[in-house]
């Protein structure tokens, strides 16, 4: 069945770096879109990144422009997220998402358990 286990969260000061990786499995990687979500206490789920199937399209929410960075290797059918100059904002659990090519017009979407990021000093 579908499996995704991310990995790499933890605590780290305001400033530092972490790499989040999301190790995919029982599905065709190569074929399914790719997705970075988070979930702070309290607040909406919000899509942190996306990443296309071959990984040459790349999209990110105003608030990680230019300080996170998605991408994946298919060969590992992983998907990464380097979050660098992270903020006590940035602070929430995270979540990899695939979204499976459309079949009739749907896509089915799969998550994984998440990875608590906590940025403190």
């Known amino acids: 069945q579908v499996q995704l286990v991310e990995s790499g969260g933890g605590l780290v000061q305001p400033g530092g770096s972490l790499r989040l990786s999301c190790a995919a499995s029982?599905?065709?990687?190569?074929?399914?879109?790719m997705r970075w979500h988070r979930q702070a206490p309290g607040k909406e789920r919000e899509l942190v990144a996306a990443i296309s199937s071959s990984g040459g399209g790349t999209n990110y929410a105003d608030s990680v422009k230019g300080r996170f960075t998605i991408s994946r290797d298919n060969a590992k059918n992983t998907v990464y997220l380097q979050m660098n100059s992270l903020k006590p904002e940035d602070t929430a659990v995270y979540y990899c998402?695939?979204?499976?090519?459309?079949?009739?017009?749907?896509?089915?979407?799969?998550w994984g358990q998440g990875t608590q990021v906590t940025v403190s000093s």
């Open positions: 998402t695939a979204d499976s090519p459309p079949d009739n017009g749907l896509v089915y979407e799969y």
């Open positions: 029982g599905f065709t990687f190569s074929s399914y879109a």
